[in-house]
């Protein structure tokens, strides 16, 4: 990210931890940090209803992987088991769908009990090794988003681009011999 970039979370509004709260207009949320597909995942719990992030998908695409920077299979199955812990009737929206094959319109929300029932990779019964175990081996599949490393500097930086260099042009670093 270069040496300009603060390290101290100043470039943010706010930044929150696990049970902090706040307000839109007057609608309490509370934060839930599920690290797991990144450190800083949060999921946002309204009234009975919880935005998940990144971190869950439709039961029948399963969760998020846990390859990127920071992420690890072990810590996103207990964040996901502890969204799977609240009552059964929760509604969950996620943060966005994919087409599994047999399925034709995108779709954006579930349940707890839909997913403790029917999640692909994180049903009720699913232990933590074998979660694990099938996170890593299918992520070791996957390649790396097109767009990770450049968005990854865009978020880190709460949105804002680079600062421009000597020469007046912004720049966004990419690796060229190693990823």
């Not at 694990?132 to 681009?161: K, W």
Request: with cysteine.
């Amino acid at each position: 990210a270069g040496t300009e970039f603060e390290r101290d979370g100043s470039q943010f509004d706010a930044l929150f931890k696990d049970g902090d709260t706040f307000t839109i207009g007057n609608v309490p949320v509370t934060v839930m940090h599920v690290p797991g597909h990144t450190p800083a995942c949060l999921a946002y719990v309204v009234g009975e209803a919880v935005f998940v992030g990144d971190t869950m998908f439709m039961p029948d695409y399963g969760t998020a992987r846990a390859d990127f920077p920071g992420g690890d299979a072990r810590t996103l199955f207990r964040s996901l088991r502890r969204i799977l812990a609240l009552p059964p009737e929760t509604r969950l929206f996620m943060c966005h769908d994919y087409l599994p094959k047999g399925r034709s319109e995108y779709v954006w929300e579930t349940t707890v009990a839909a997913e403790r029932e029917g999640n692909i990779h994180a049903h009720d019964g699913i232990t933590e090794d074998e979660f694990v175990a099938m996170r890593e081996a299918r992520d070791a599949t996957l390649d790396m988003p097109r767009l990770i490393l450049p968005s990854v500097q865009v978020n880190m930086r709460a949105g804002h681009l680079p600062p421009p260099d000597d020469n007046g042009i912004t720049y966004l670093k990419l690796p060229v011999n190693a990823v």
